[in-house]
């Protein structure tokens, strides 16, 4: 039968906040291939600011809601850098899911009848498939 | 210039262009809901927030190319349709490019439509078409599954990054001298590069995701036959 996914989405969500809260203190901070290809005919100095030329990048403006307290992945009062990037990550990471999770099961199909044989029975073939593949290695082996 | 910006920054492309880009990337994302809701299903629910927020994580994780003072970081678009299908998939990515934008100062508001066509729109629409093409003619194992994985997001991402290129020859607010083709060959040569990491990044995920849960990766329905590695099916059995 079809397990819930539950287990699996907490474990999956561990790993994102773990990687997005700590890891991304690590990530490169180099300007990224779109940015890189606009500043094009631009010097940059080593900190990646234009010192000179004339290039797409120079016609960027400022974001409309750059005063957002997690504006840059950083949270605005947070002077010490890891953790600013740290929790801005996990409140994205949190944030993003809520977002997601929340709409997608608006979303979703409902099915008539109880939740779990109700939604086997109306999604049909790919059901199916589903169950007989949960349940074909068993049997053979 | 703060370097933290990953996405289409306003005053790049000019504004009547981004506003059509935006009504054109609403319908399409209004098509995603609709055709999406067939997927959507209690367990494909919760599994495709996951994605989104898993891929709001990793595109933080920007990582250096073979070129120098130059990063890459991830899309997503491939990951989104092997995990929950084309158009949940999609409409994950742009869930991590709305959040992005309206709370991380990621990419302009006014550039919302353009960023989400990119990347959520055709970088999603070319790693499913490569996907449904490389999952019938490589063997169902997990190396099939991981150079499906690498290939498509690959891939993916160049033909996302030209994306930007035709935007930028319909509204960009500088004058290239007509050098659009050094635009399109930059743009290809540096994703090329971060394609290599897509595809890495990818494939280690959706090859993960099948030996613990196989039945939670959407690419993987509707075949006959199970990717058979052999511990796939053990570990799924026994749980």
Known sequence: MNKRPWAFVVGGLLVALVLAGVVSNYASSHPDGLDSSLLKGCTVDADDNITGGSCPAQQAKDHELADSPLADYGVRGVDNGFLSTGLSGVLGVLLTFAVGAGAFWLLRRRSTGDATSGADATSGAVSGADGARATGPAVRG | ?239
Request: proline share 3%; net charge positive.
């Open chain 2, 1 to 239: 210039m703060e370097t933290l910006a990953m996405h289409i920054s306003n005053g790049i492309i000019n504004g009547p262009v981004a506003a059509v880009f935006a009504a054109l990337a609403l319908a399409a994302l209004t098509v995603c809901v609709l055709r999406g809701r067939r997927d959507l299903d209690d367990r494909l629910a919760p599994m495709a927030g996951l994605v989104a927020a898993f891929i709001f994580a990793v595109q933080m994780l920007n990582f250096p190319i073979f070129t120098a003072g130059v990063s890459g970081h991830l899309l997503g678009g491939a990951l989104a349709a092997m995990l929950v299908g084309p158009w949940v998939g999609a409409l994950c990515v742009a869930v991590v490019l709305v959040v992005q934008a309206l709370v991380f100062g990621d990419g302009g508001v006014a550039m919302l439509g353009l960023n989400i066509t990119n990347m959520a729109l055709l970088g999603t629409a070319a790693a499913y078409l490569l996907i449904a093409v490389l999952l019938r003619v490589l063997p169902r194992t997990s190396t099939g599954l991981a150079v499906t994985a690498f290939v498509s997001a690959l891939l993916s991402v160049v033909v996302a990054s030209q994306g930007f290129v035709v935007q930028y020859w319909l509204g960009g607010t500088t004058d290239l001298g007509g050098n659009l083709a050094g635009l399109s060959g930059t743009m290809a040569g540096v994703h090329l590069l971060i394609g290599i990491g897509e595809g890495l990044i990818t494939a280690t995920t959706v090859v993960t995701v099948a030996k613990v849960r196989p039945d939670l990766v959407y690419a993987l329905r509707g075949l006959r036959r199970p990717v058979t590695t052999r511990a796939v099916p053990a570990v799924g059995g026994v749980r």
